[in-house]
T-cell receptor, first 113, second 114 residues
């Protein structure tokens, strides 16, 4: 499974945009890029995923570099409720039909009021 | 639509005992995966079931087992509990299988082994 690298922690101010980076230099052409987050005392929560094009949903945007070796999760206006650990995960179509997720250590996002 | 339900939420067991945890996936979801979360190892994949068949297994000893029923509900069992099995056990359900599929997690079962 291809590996991802994320900063251990980041800090943001409330109502400001947050850009969470993820490096995946060994990504294969069939790997989807998924983001999950885990709020304190809760199970992980799906945020967004994409393959090649940038993606938007109600929670966030995912910007994927042209060479796909990195991606950025964008929270447009951080709220206190966005304080969580954010995980960037690669999922390989070529690995067969599986829902196995390999979590790294993620980025702990702190949001200051 | 109800989310993923895990029972019980909290459990205290004695070393050497066995434990069974339950997971009810979102209605219509056929895939259930289990994860163990500890402060030292983070989130680790245990196993995955789809249509009552185990499709994938993580690197855990044989004391950890699971099964899935025809209604997609799943149980995991840990026998001969050790202190190191103390963890948050998380269940995730997905509509189907594949890397383009999102997973929905339950709140977890907090197991403490004393």
């Amino acid at each position: 499974d291809a590996k991802t690298t994320q900063p251990n922690s980041m800090e943001s101010n409330e109502e400001e945009p947050v850009h969470l980076p993820c490096n995946h230099s060994t990504i294969s052409g069939t790997d989807y890029i998924h983001w999950y987050r885990q709020l304190p005392s809760q199970g992980p929560e799906y945020v967004i995923h994409g393959l090649t094009s940038n993606v938007n949903n109600r929670m966030a945007s995912l910007a994927i570099a042209e060479d796909r070796k990195s991606s950025t999760l964008i929270l447009h206006r951080a709220t206190l409720r966005d304080a969580a650990v954010y995980y960037c995960i690669l999922r390989d179509v070529g690995g067969g039909a599986t829902n196995k997720l390999i979590f790294g250590t993620g980025t702990l996002l702190a949001v200051q009021p | 639509k109800a989310g993923v339900t895990q029972t019980p939420r909290y459990l205290i067991k004695t070393r050497g005992q066995q434990v069974t945890l339950s997971c009810s996936p979102i209605s219509g979801h056929r895939s259930v995966s289990w994860y163990q979360q500890t402060p030292g190892q983070g989130l680790q994949f245990l196993f995955e079931y789809f249509s009552e068949t185990q499709r994938n297994k993580g690197n855990f000893p044989g004391r950890f087992s699971g099964r899935q029923f025809s209604n997609s509900r799943s149980e995991m069992n840990v026998s001969t509990l050790e202190l190191g099995d103390s963890a948050l056990y998380l269940c995730a359900s997905s509509l189907t299988q594949g890397s383009n599929t999102e997973a929905f997690f339950g709140q977890g079962t907090r197991l403490t082994v004393v």
